[in-house]
């Protein structure tokens, strides 16, 4: 990984995903958060402050360490434990039916197997456990989809990975999860493209 992937592109994003909608989405999103619970893609911690008192550890895997003096600043700040593994979301080092949660939020969009890493959070998934997630993907409209399409090479670039036009809710259920809940909204603080989120709780099936 370069000096801009490494450096300058998490700074850009901390700063930007710090911002108060975004902030507000993610504490609404983590207020179903219990138990155990196994964060993918922690990213810089942004997450962490959001935790609700009902979560007794939380263990997080991301491929690469982004900003770890942010990461362990913001880790010091909850009262549960955190244990970070350096590891993809396609091979979670846990066990079968381990987790009572699982969150993701604007992480499915840049992991290159999203459906692998879903297999797998099904399976560290308890039988009465939860997938809730927060990502921005392919748009409904079908012209702002176009343009996400055409821009997305770029945006692979500029974004170290990130995809602007996945489905979302298919990958899921590709994965052989069922979704619960579904809401589709765009954020105002975001550029359209970028801004098409998809908001859920998913479980394991049967």
């Known amino acids: 990984m370069g000096f801009y992937a490494t450096q300058i592109f998490p700074r850009l994003m901390d700063w930007v995903m710090s911002g108060d909608e975004f902030q507000q989405l993610r504490k609404l999103l983590l207020q179903g958060a219990r138990g155990e619970v196994l964060e993918i893609g922690l990213g810089t911690g942004l997450n962490l402050p959001h935790y609700p008192g009902g979560v007794s550890w939380l263990y997080a895997v ?13 880790n010091r700040a909850v009262a549960f434990p955190v244990q970070i593994k350096q590891v993809s979301a396609e091979t979670l080092p846990f066990d079968d039916r381990t987790f009572d949660c699982v969150v993701s939020t604007w992480t499915l969009c840049t992991i290159p197997d999203p ?3 879903l297999r797998e959070v099904r399976r560290v ?9 927060l990502e921005h993907g392919r748009s409904e409209d079908d012209k702002v989809a176009a343009w996400q399409d055409r821009l997305n090479p770029v945006q692979n670039i500029i974004g170290c990975g990130c995809n602007l036009n996945r489905k979302i809710d298919q990958i899921i259920a590709q994965a052989g999860l069922k979704i619960m809940t579904l809401d589709r909204f765009q954020m105002q603080s975001v550029p359209r493209l970028g801004g098409e989120m998809y908001r859920g709780t998913v479980t394991r099936p049967g």
């Open 115 to 117: 459906v692998k890493a």
């Open 125 to 133: 998934l308890k039988p009465d456990g939860v997938f809730l997630f």
């Open 62 to 74: 991301d491929p690469a360490p982004l900003l770890p003096d942010r990461v362990t600043r913001r």
